[in-house]
């Protein structure tokens, strides 16, 4: 196995490590003890969290803000892909076929998508504002690991580079704000847990109209 | 030096207490999209970057990762991580005390799910016990702490203005009978009260009074514990916001009531309702219950009987951000405005998606925050405008003041109604 593969893996061992000590954090601290009598369902309200309350229809900053919202989705759904790319590389596997064609199409789009974000917070007065350094390091670590995954499946000598560029994004990953990619699933679940327990949630449309009666 | 370590200790306390996963995910999850910025009555207002609710949240969760994060300790200009100094918490003040009104409308339209209102009343508190709440709403806390409610208004005054308004309640019933019955044990019901109402609106006791009046109720109000507000869950000081509480829960189980009724006041119900408990960490033995949702419940069972023509102009109704996006009541209050009112009208937006009157997290109590509280309050005008009412009702005391100011400032020409006021005069006895 080549140098970089195996650097590949170093990062990978290193930010699961770190993504494992947050969770287990997070599992150890555990949910705020609740002592007010409950008037909803929690579980109905943390599905409705990770599900319909999503949906642009019902959340302004993605009905408001539609093209960064699609470009967002787009944005994350490359960094899956790539992600997947990387552990076959790991596992030592060869992609290959047409598809991949398809692919790196997507992750070029999906990079694009990222820099037009990164663009948007490099103009916009009130993202510049609120933007840390942390903010454009994590934008072009993730923006680059996707567009070295497609160069990469168009010409495969470019494997060193997608492989260091995946390393550099793990390594940063538990440090700066990508550890997101733990922390959204645990806010929406206590938002979820919060508005389920007081019947606030789940809210969906059907639901309004009916109440209203 | 030694006095200002400690201060810094306390507040640092709050952010690294470990008391469960809510703080560290909410303040590991913001990704400064600014999303959030248009769903920001204090950002559509002014434009101003600095209230976008992303910023309040960085400025609790800079000083976090400060003190609590290897980046923020090892590389603090990577994140702008900040010490908990003097300019920060000035800022702090300004930012969480003086430009949010913790409606929680962010909350619901933030892209990730951060609780950013959760978050702000964390910076409250840590504000709160470094000594750094404003000196007008620690005033009111004091007041309530001190004398029992937030006006301070004497039990000579109080149990006066009671007597005045069971006489009111005996004319207008005609029955010499009906009363305001005071510190009566063994009653199903505990009324409380707004201290607003005895001070500046008397006569919405009295609308209260002839509801139970007519639904047979057994009920009392207590003349020691009445307060249903709870400064203190404004000025998020926990010791402080949990006296009040078990004051509450206190006269409840003196006065042997076997449910706990709060008048329409939006921070009221919730604090009592849902944040009282855990205050002084204790699950009530009793049902606590808001008037809106007990006045529903009369009219549904039958209890009463109103006059659905009884309002005969548009009306349109204000939704208590603690009412509706804290506490999960909605439908209530559309249904007892259907049962008076010939011709209602939302606003637009409402219910969860309702703007918050510009009142709310305090503002009313921090006179020194008045200018932006009006300029914030634009919002609501022309919602109201728009909806083409001439009654705006609003089951919160705190609403009604700041909706009246709007009403004034803004020339509505509208009136504003409890929803007590709407269903006295259209009781049918």
Redesign the interface.
Known sequence: MAWYNWFGIFSLAICLAVCLYHVI???K?????????R??SPVSGIVY?FTS?MNPS?????S??LP??IA?IVYHLGTFIAGILFMTVIAGLSPSGYHLLFFAFFLFISALSGTGILIKRLT????????????Y?SNVLVTFFQASGGVFLLLPGSEPVFMISAGLMMLYLP???L??A???F???????F??GW???WP?HKQK?DE??? | MKEANEKIRKGLEVLGS?????L???L????????????CIYYLSMKD??L?P??KV?IVASVYRRYF???GRQLP????ARDLDDKTVTEMVDLLFGSCTVCGRC?????????IE?VVRKGREMLSVMGYVPSTLQSTVRSALDTGNNMAISHGDFVDTLEWMEEELQDEVDDPEARIPMDEKGKKVMYTLNPREPKFFPISISAMAKVFYAAGESWTLSTRMYDVTNYAYFSCHPDEAAVISRRMYDEVNTLEAGMLVLAECGHGVRSN??????Y?????GF??LSSVELMAKYIREGRIRTDRGALKEKVTLHDPCNL?????I??DQ??ILKQCAEDFV?MTPY???NFCCGGGGGQLAMSEYNERRMRIAEIKAEQIRKSGAKVVAAPCHNCIDQLSQINFTYKLNVKVKTLAEIVADSLII
């Open positions: 954090r997070l599992i601290l555990g949910m705020p003890v609740e002592y007010s009598g008037s909803g969290s309350a019902v959340k302004e900053s993605a408001l803000n960064v919202y967002g916009d007065k009130k993202l510049l504002y609120i933007s840390l350094p942390d903010d390091i440090v700066g704000k550890r997101h733990i922390y959204f645990a806010a929406r679940f206590h938002l979820g919060f508005y007081r019947n606030v809210l309004v109440r209203s009666k | 470990g008391e469960d996963s809510k560290l995910s909410h590991n999850a913001c990704v400064r999209c600014g999303l959030c910025a248009k769903s970057e600095k976008i992303a910023s960085d994060t290897f980046t200009g990577l994140v702008k909350v619901k339209h933030c892209s990730i799910g951060v609780d959760y309702r849902w944040e009282s408990p855990n002084i960490k204790k699950q009530f049902e606590v509706v996006r804290g506490g999960g909605f439908k559309r249904y939302e219910g969860t998606d």
